[in-house]
């Protein structure tokens, strides 16, 4: 049984060396989602021209 479970423990050593996981840099940087420069600029909305006729 020894030699079947050392075979195992070499393949624990992968799952435990999630670092692509903890690289969440991708995810740190949201500076597209954070520009929100097309809704701060609600001119076509706050342009009463459909009031104003």
Known sequence: ???G???QQPMER???EPADDQEPADD???ADDQE???DQE????QEPAHKRA
């Open 36 to 38: 929100p420069a097309d």
């Open 28 to 30: 740190q940087e949201p």
């Open 14 to 16: 992968p799952d435990q």
């Open 42 to 45: 609600p001119a076509d909305d």
């Open 5 to 7: 479970e050392e075979p």
């Open 1 to 3: 049984c020894v030699g």
